[in-house]
């Protein structure tokens, strides 16, 4: 149980276009979703929490208006990247929490690798 | 602020033995949760073991244990004759919080900076 998946699993584009990358809980529906950046042998700095149906909490640091997140359903979070650049190149990871208290559960990750 | 220190950036450990990563945190909530997440080179983020702040005793699970001591604010993961698929970055966390009106709220992961840790033959 608790499965999370991540679509897809790596990409690459061109400068200036967008990349969408869903994450789904597989089997429970989460409460609460949130986006991870990973860069080369660090931990994981938190992007934004989402819940369904409301916008988005972004951490200080994050431009909401280049990382779009869009929370449609208990089971589906995305997060676009918005006119990517090479620096938007990097690692990330979403997580789905079960309950208020939760454990949050990780997807698999996505690979993004802007040209 | 709140703060996660793995105090040890690589481990080793001979396969069989048994090997404790460190960990402690800062904050002034009495009740929180305390996590051990582990990355292999796959990158896949996969739950080790929880702990909750107000449980005195130590979680288990299977060949994973901690050495949870609230007062010092340490949190130790202990890891019994050691595989070689253990072999991953291991990373704390501590989760804060958050209410909020609609859902009920979340759990925020405040992660530390990881420990590397490779299992020899």
């Known amino acids: 149980g608790a499965v999370v998946s991540q679509h897809p699993s790596w990409v690459i584009c061109k400068s200036g276009t967008s990349v969408k990358i869903e994450c789904r809980s597989l089997d429970f529906q989460a409460t609460t979703m949130f986006w991870y950046r990973q860069f080369p042998k660090q931990s994981l700095m938190l992007m934004a929490t989402s819940n369904e149906g409301s916008k988005a909490t972004y951490e200080q640091g994050v431009e909401k208006d280049k990382f779009l997140i869009n929370h449609a359903s208990l089971t589906l979070s995305t997060l676009t990247v918005t006119s990517a650049h090479p620096e938007d190149s990097s690692f990330y990871i979403c997580?789905?929490?079960?309950?208020?208290?939760?454990?949050?559960?990780f997807g698999p990750g996505t690979r993004l690798l802007v040209l | 602020a709140q703060t996660v220190t793995q105090s040890q950036p690589e481990m080793s450990v001979q396969e069989a033995e048994t090997v404790t990563l460190s960990c402690t945190y800062d904050?002034?909530?009495?009740?929180?949760?305390l996590f051990w997440y582990k990355q292999p080179p796959s990158r896949q983020m996969i739950l080790v073991i929880r702990?909750?702040?107000?449980?005195?005793q130590n979680a288990t699970e299977n060949r994973f244990s901690v050495n949870f001591q609230k007062a010092a604010k340490s949190f130790s993961l202990k890891i019994s004759d050691s595989q070689l698929g253990d072999t991953a970055m291991y990373f704390c966390?501590?989760?804060?919080?958050?209410?909020?009106?609609?859902?009920?709220?979340?759990?925020?992961?405040?992660f530390g900076a990881g420990t590397r840790l490779a299992v020899h033959p």
């Open positions: 966390a501590w989760a804060m919080f958050f209410s909020t009106p609609f859902s009920g709220g979340y759990n925020k992961l405040i």
């Open positions: 997580s789905a929490s079960l309950g208020n208290r939760g454990t949050q559960y």
């Open positions: 702990q909750e702040a107000y449980k005195q």
């Open positions: 904050t002034s909530e009495s009740n929180y949760y």
